[in-house]
C-alpha cells in the first residue's frame, strides 16, 4: 500500500493514519513524497510504522529542478531528506526521475552516478500528461531505452528479474555490483493488459486507473457498518469488470497526429 499525493506530507495526522493502516505486520506500507518536508518528519513516519519511502527529484540542478517542478525549494533541502530517511530506517530509498526531452535530459547521467554512489534505487519514467483531457507531442518524451542507452554507456548495467507480478519498472543491476536502477516506459510501453493497481482518494472513491473519472463508492457503505465480507467483495466485483486500457488506447488514437497521451499507476 501506498500513500500518494498531491504531498501527502502536508496532510494533518498523517502520522495517525500510518499507525492505523501499520495494524497489518504484513502490509508493505510506503510513501512516495516530494521530499520538501522529509528531514523533519522521517523518525515520526519510521516510529508511526511506515516501512519505506520513495521520493521523487528530477534533476541535481536547482534551475532545472524547479523548471520541472515549479518549486521554491533547493535540491539540497531533499537530499536532506533522503538522508534522514535513510537514518530513520525508510530504507530501501527510491528516486523516481521523470525524463522531459529539452528540459532534463542532461540530468540523467549526474543522477544516475549520484544515486549510485550513495546507494539508492533510482527510476526513470517516461515523461507524460497527468491529466484526461491535456495534450502533448511525442517529442517530450525520452524513451527508456534511450536513458538505458545514455546510462550503459558509462556505468554497465544488465537486466534481472521482476520482483514481483504486475511490477511496472523494468530492473537493471549495474554490473559491477552497485546496486540497481529502473526503467518504468509508462509512454513508449503502456502496461495497461498487466497492471495491478488500483487507488483509494481522500473521498473514498476507488478507481482502477489513474485517469479514471468514475469511481466506486466505499466510504458510505464503511461508515454503515459493512462487514469486510462485504466490503472484499465490493472490490472483487469492481476488479472484476474492470477494462481501463487508457494507457494503450490513448497511444493507439496517437498514431498519425504526432501527439500520445499516457499514464503511469502507482510507483
Known sequence: M??????????????????????????????????????????????AGLRRVTVSL???????????????FPVA????????AVAAGLAPIKVNMVVQR??????????????????????FIEYMDVGATNGWKLDQVV?????????????????????YSGEVAER?????GGGEVGFISSVTQAFCSGCTRARLSAEGQLYTCLFATHGTDFRAPIRGGAADDDLAAMI????????????????????????IEMSYIGG
Open 143 to 163: 524513451p527508456s531505452r534511450t536513458v538505458a542507452a545514455r546510462i550503459a554507456a558509462e556505468l554497465p548495467i544488465e537486466p534481472i528479474d521482476a520482483e
Open 77 to 84: 533541502k531533499v537530499l536532506e531528506g533522503i538522508e534522514s
Open 2 to 47: 501506498r500513500l500518494t499525493g498531491g504531498e501527502p506530507l502536508l496532510r494533518r495526522r498523517l502520522e495517525r493514519l500510518i499507525e492505523m493502516l501499520a495494524y497489518w505486520d504484513d502490509l508493505d506500507l510506503t510513501l512516495t513524497t516530494n521530499g520538501s518536508l522529509l528531514k523533519d518528519k522521517a523518525r515520526d513516519l519510521r516510529a
Open 102 to 123: 529539452g528540459v532534463n535530459e542532461d540530468s540523467v547521467l549526474p543522477m544516475a552516478r549520484f544515486m549510485k554512489a550513495e546507494g539508492h534505487i533510482l527510476r
Open 58 to 72: 528530477d534533476s541535481l540542478d536547482d534551475g532545472v529542478f524547479a523548471r520541472m517542478n515549479d518549486v521554491s
Open 172 to 176: 537493471w543491476r549495474y554490473t559491477d
Open 236 to 259: 472483487r466485483a469492481v476488479w472484476g469488470v474492470r477494462d481501463d486500457r487508457y494507457s494503450e488506447l490513448r497511444a493507439g488514437g496517437s498514431a498519425g497526429n504526432g501527439k
